[in-house]
């Protein structure tokens, strides 16, 4: 056995002696087309602060409840377990393309029985059993070389592809999850106001009754309770469609101890003085902490997605040489050795050795361009690959400087708003002393208590926007990945894609 293998060992060896020349072009990280520092958002100035770091979800988002729902959508969310599953698919087509640079052996066993073509013309039978080398490509000119790199850039850019959606998914958990605990705090406050107008309309249909008050003051009244009702449906149909939201990212129902804690608001009418609610501060949540943010250069590479655009940009660049080398001749080896005599029994007490090895070359000459319009269609690819990574370096360049306006906007706007709320608070307290002393109108009341419950859902929205710039800004920094965490196809994912039974 160790004879037969001979012809097949001197043909791997002589494939190894032949080194592969490539004909990739040179690759070079295209120049950044974005500026060199952060807009602040201010006319003629430019912020730069201290050095980017990678930021854990888990030190970002220290809630527990938060916590184990981004664990969960880590694991059963079906965005991410596609991700997952798309690697896998790639990293075998890698396996398939990269087997291509070995020679191929297998074990052949044939037989054939018939007339022999020469007097007598007898009738006789032919066995022959050994190791066969499919035809094999020596890859003079990198072809084989060069897609198998293509193949290696595709298969990393799926990687990447993976922590963006990770990343992804970890900030629209969290976003979601502020924006049901703004819904909570909306639909208490609108239950909290109606009830206090509803109680409110009560004592003023005594005192219509009465003939003490007139019809004009209480159907303002009436109005009130019936916007209160508007907005408390309003914030029940958003809190439903956001809990939806959020089951579908977590990828399995929720459990309630993991949702935002309700608010606590009194039941008192809101013309009490003592019971008028003042919202603000760290009564709706605490504040995320802040981000450092680099220079553009430092904080856009890190990003999976641009890795991912320049994997890209990379398998595009090796495409070209294997488009070069089909310019080129191409050799192919087939071989075999092994054994072959009259009888199936034979094959070992009088069985003859046998061996060949072929060899074939194929030259193109004539296609009509067809070869070299394969080179342009590389390199034009690589042409697109490159326009394509420098657009997404903008647009990370945008999402950043978006956020970064977005988070110094949208704060300015939450202590505008809390001062506004503190000053219709305020207000109220007044209007409600006024009216009391007989100073003030009913109407002057009911204006008060409108404006007040207006200011107190804008500033909800203002504090859950700043929180979700924040939130934004954590994604397009290339938070929410961990270089330690690993993220597997769950059992049940793995089952599923296996074949049916």
Known sequence: MIRMLKPVALATTLVSLLSACSLIPTYQRPEAPVPQQWSTGEAGTTGVEAAPTLVN???YFPDPRL???IRASLVNNRDLRVAVLNIEQTRAQYQIQRSALFPQ????????RGTSSSPPYGVGSSVSAGLSLSAFEIDLFGRVRAL?????????ATEEARKTT??????????????LWADRWQLALAEQTLQARAASLKLLQLKYDNGVLNELDLRSAQSLVEAARVSRAQAERQYRQDINALQLLVGQPLDSATLPPAPALGERPLDDVEAIPKLGGDTL???LAELPVGLPSQVLLARPDITQAE???????ANIGAARAAMFPSISLTGSAGRISNSLSGLVDDGRKTWGLTGSLLAPIFDMGRTRAGVEVAQASRDIAVAQYEKALQSAFREVSDALVSRQTYGEQAQAQQAQADAENDRLRLSALRYRSGVASQLDLLDAQRSLFTAQQALIQAQLARQQANITLFKTLGGGWDQNTVTTVPAAAAAASGPAS
């Open 57 to 59: 979800w888990e030190n």
């Open 67 to 69: 916590q184990s729902l």
């Open 105 to 112: 052996v297998g074990v052949t066993l044939s037989g054939n």
């Open 148 to 156: 198998t790199d293509a193949a290696a850039a595709t298969l990393l």
């Open 166 to 179: 990770q990343i992804s998914l970890v900030a629209s958990v969290a976003s979601t999850w502020y924006a």
């Open 285 to 287: 949540w605490p504040a």
């Open 311 to 317: 994997q890209q940009l990379i398998a595009a660049n």
